[in-house]
């Protein structure tokens, strides 16, 4: 099976090849977006990041998403250097710069600076932080529902590697993602330290079981903005949803299953650890959700 999709898979869009990046404060064309090799992101892993998208010329829940990023900052005790204002400032401008309007995504990253040597040290970071914000236009593409394998990397306890932090350092997602396209599939599905099932190595996960839609507890898995946004469209239109464990034999008798991500919002999942789910195809409680989002984002 080679035909491998991602939740992140957008149309090509030519124009993404002339984008104005920015990088410390200046708006600089791609060719020139450039940070040090000593820079501790770079260097470490030692950053956070948001996502965040445009539709119809306004940045959805931008302010959760500015929250997030700078709750992330405070809990690796890192200086963002600037308020809250002034990085929306900076997204603004960015967006400007480049003529967006609609369906357009940005990647706001800020790392802990260039180190004097490169060793793990903090206090070796004294250049700093570093903050670039990447923002293409973007439309998700996606031309089937996406196939899951179940990985034995987990999202991990919060004294490892928090889940719930966007960092930088997103090595144990990658292998799982790789482990899930060495078995033929799209994207992984992980479990939790107790073996019930929580996310994938992208984005959120929940299943349908005979009109009931469940996520995860939310104890193991990335506080994903879209995930809370679709958890309470759920609860005001009469749907029942449930945060709570549930195993892999649950999943394999869902009658649908789908994503939450910022990116694609709700995608359907088709087949997971070679079971097909329900029909195989977007079902009829993950399109009342996407509707109900279309329109929440849309308000």
């Given amino acids: 099976m080679t035909d491998h999709v991602s939740t992140h898979q957008a149309a090509e869009d030519a124009r993404n090849e002339t984008i104005l ?28 990041w948001e996502g965040i998208r ?13 929250d997030r990023l700078f709750e992330a900052a405070r809990a690796i005790d890192l200086d963002i250097g600037m308020d809250r204002a002034a ?7 960015t967006q400007a ?14 790392t802990r600076g260039v180190k004097t040597r490169p ?55 990658i292998l799982a993602c790789i482990a899930a396209e060495k078995a033929g599939a799209d994207e992984a599905l992980m479990l939790d330290v107790h073996g019930f099932v929580n996310t994938t190595n992208a984005c959120n996960f929940f299943i349908v079981r005979k009109g009931e839609v ?33 195993s892999l034999v649950d999943t394999y008798g869902a009658d649908e299953a789908f994503l ?13 650890d070679g079971r097909v789910i329900g029909t195989g195809q977007i079902g009829p409680v993950t399109e009342r959700i996407r509707g109900l989002y279309k329109s929440l984002v849309g308000a």
């Fill in 21 to 48: 990046i920015w990088v410390n404060g200046r708006v600089v064309p791609k060719a020139e977006a450039m940070v040090s090799v000593y820079d501790s992101g770079f260097m470490l892993g030692d950053g956070v």
């Fill in 54 to 66: 445009l539709y119809n010329g306004r940045w959805s829940f931008l302010d959760e998403h500015i």
């Fill in 87 to 93: 990085v929306v400032a900076a997204v603004l401008e």
């Fill in 97 to 110: 710069a480049n003529g967006m309007v609609s369906d357009a995504h940005a990647r706001l990253m800020v």
């Fill in 119 to 173: 060793f793990q040290h903090p206090k070796l970071s004294q250049r700093g932080p570093t903050m670039v914000i990447i923002m293409e236009h973007s439309r998700p593409s996606l031309p089937r529902p996406i196939r899951l394998a179940t990985v034995p990397h987990m999202r991990g306890l919060p004294m490892t590697q928090d889940p719930k932090l966007n960092s930088h350092s997103k090595l144990n997602c």
């Fill in 214 to 246: 469940w996520t995860s507890t939310g104890d193991y898995c990335m506080n994903g903005i879209t995930r809370g946004k679709v958890i309470g469209l759920c609860r005001a239109n009469g749907i029942p949803v449930y945060e709570r464990n549930f």
């Fill in 260 to 272: 939450t991500g910022t990116f694609g919002a709700q995608t359907p999942v088709g087949i997971i």
